[in-house]
């Protein structure tokens, strides 16, 4: 393919479709057979925008695709990003290093959960907090996190991550230490798995009551004081003792701030690495796609 000067913001898709077209018009040798090329039907031969973006395919309970018979995972950068969008839709089956089949790994598990309407949550703060908050309690129980679903700004549609942070970046620090919302719907995670889940708990904060708006029923209340961190000791004390497959939280919500994340040499490198793992971009990917995911020196 010929350079052109809309090549870095422009589809690959698009510019190649433009090519082939281009191609076909010219009378010379190097194109002789191309008449045997046969432009194949669009809506059962789907690229990547079609698929996911214009028919919302974002998780893997959305609509179906009866008469799809091949999905192109194009119309969108890198390939964490591609591999990240397969797996939430359950297209995905490689088991990488056990990644699903393994039977010794230990899961964490939440929800962003509906709540009261007076308070602006989407996923371009309270929610990407509450995915730290997971993050940061996985990494002192070593536990893998289960991502929730994520929502629209106001909107409350669901989204997937896919649509605020590089992909990217996140898999560049985290990369074993999550799995998709659709993964204890996979057939290569064990039964065992699916079915050793605890009852859910909830962190109540002031923040989190006043986020929510109510006190979720049927949990197991923790309750964090204005005037104590979330220290790995206090983490251990809850949650240490917990032997489940998968550590069920009802939501987290209002926990990630300087006000209840403790500042101690051991978290100092975890936090900056989910500084810069939740680097804001686009679904396709497009925003800050030329930024390095490393932690500045």
Known sequence: MKDSPMKMETPEQFLMNNELRSAATKDNRSFTNFSQIQI????????????????????????????????????????????????????WSYDENGYYSNLTTKYLMYSNVPYNGTVS??????????LKTALYLGHVLNRVVILPRFHETNKGEEQPL????????????????????????????PLAIKKDQTSPFWIKTEESMTILGFLPPNVTSLTLSSNKKISAQIIQDWFGGQRSAVLNLHSLYGIYSTKYMPNTNDTETLFLKLENAFQMSDYLQYRNKTRSCEIPR
């Open 40 to 91: 194949l039907d669009a809506m059962k031969y789907q690229n990547g925008w079609a698929y996911f973006q214009r028919a919302h395919r974002f998780y893997h309970d959305s609509a179906t695709c009866p008469q799809c018979i091949v999905v192109h995972n194009n119309w969108m950068i890198s390939k964490e990003a591609k591999r990240f969008r397969f797996r939430e839709v359950l297209l």
């Open 162 to 189: 896919i649509n605020w942070i590089r992909i990217a970046c996140l898999d560049y620090h985290f990369y074993e230490k999550y799995r998709e919302n659709a993964f204890l719907h996979h057939p290569k995670v």
């Open 121 to 130: 949550i989407n996923s371009s703060n309270i929610e990407l907090d509450a």
